[in-house]
T-cell receptor, first 111, second 113 residues
Framework: QKEVEQDPGPLSVPEGAIVSLNCTYS??????FMWYRQYSRKGPELLMY????GNKEDGRFTAQVDKSSKYISLFIRDSQPSDSATYLC???????????FGDGTTLTVKP | DTGVSQNPRHKITKRGQNVTFRCDPI?????LYWYRQTLGQGPEFLTY????????KSRLLSDRFSAERPKGSFSTLEIQRTEQGDSAMYLC???????????FGEGSWLTVV
């Protein structure tokens, strides 16, 4: 069983919809939680960075971490076709060093 | 800020050959990471440098893989005696100590035939 599990999708939504992306994990040592966006054949781009439990909002994006349930979420409001990409969750136990990634959820936002 | 630069972007090699990838991090970034990603999978950690010191190395990194960062600037990842299972995208990333953001390069695609 992988340390980080992520529903691969694919997920297809109409423009303007609210998107919910989720990951679960098994390693209690994870303290830092990240969401990346990756376009086809490109490197991942950091979207959100959260330490420990709680919510963090940045524009149309909201990240939630529930350490008691070992569950993290990314919400995208007013989704746009340009949001179409693969979204990767990642986690680490320390501020620097190794991050463990999920396998990504592919999102398509249809105009 | 020119971003993380990786070369070559694409490499096709025959099984058994050695290949080397180079990564130039963002200037002043003292942390450098290597990951490997195959289609449909998330990036898999290989190794991590802080300045010239290799502080962490995945158990998945076999003896055929070696990474260096001799002067704490650019880094190289060498794969010896390549196998078909080494076909993947090799990603380099860098960050600055004290900052949370990690910047990935565009990746180097390796195909072993």
């Amino acid at each position: 069983q992988k340390e980080v599990e992520q529903d691969p999708g694919p997920l297809s939504v109409p423009e303007g919809a609210i998107v919910s992306l989720n990951c679960t994990y098994s390693n209690s040592a994870f303290q830092y939680f990240m969401w990346y966006r990756q376009y086809s054949r490109k490197g991942p781009e950091l979207l959100m960075y959260t330490y420990s439990s709680g919510n963090k909002e940045d524009g149309r994006f909201t990240a939630q971490v529930d350490k008691s349930s070992k569950y993290i979420s990314l919400f995208i409001r007013d989704s746009q076709p340009s949001d179409s990409a693969t979204y990767l969750c990642a986690m680490s136990a320390s501020h620097a060093g190794k991050s463990t990634f999920g396998d990504g959820t592919t999102l398509t936002v249809k105009p | 800020d020119t971003g993380v630069s990786q070369n070559p972007r694409h490499k096709i090699t025959k099984r058994g050959q050695n290949v080397t990838f180079r990564c130039d991090p963002i200037s002043e970034h003292n942390r450098l990471y290597w990951y490997r990603q195959t289609l449909g999978q998330g990036p898999e950690f290989l190794t991590y440098f802080q300045n010239e010191a290799q502080l962490e190395k995945s158990r998945l990194l076999s003896d055929r893989f070696s990474a260096e960062r001799p002067k704490g600037s650019f880094s190289t990842l060498e794969i010896q005696r390549t196998e078909q299972g080494d076909s993947a995208m090799y990603l380099c990333a860098s960050s600055k100590e004290g900052y949370n953001t990690i910047y990935f390069g565009e990746g180097s695609w390796l195909t072993v035939v």
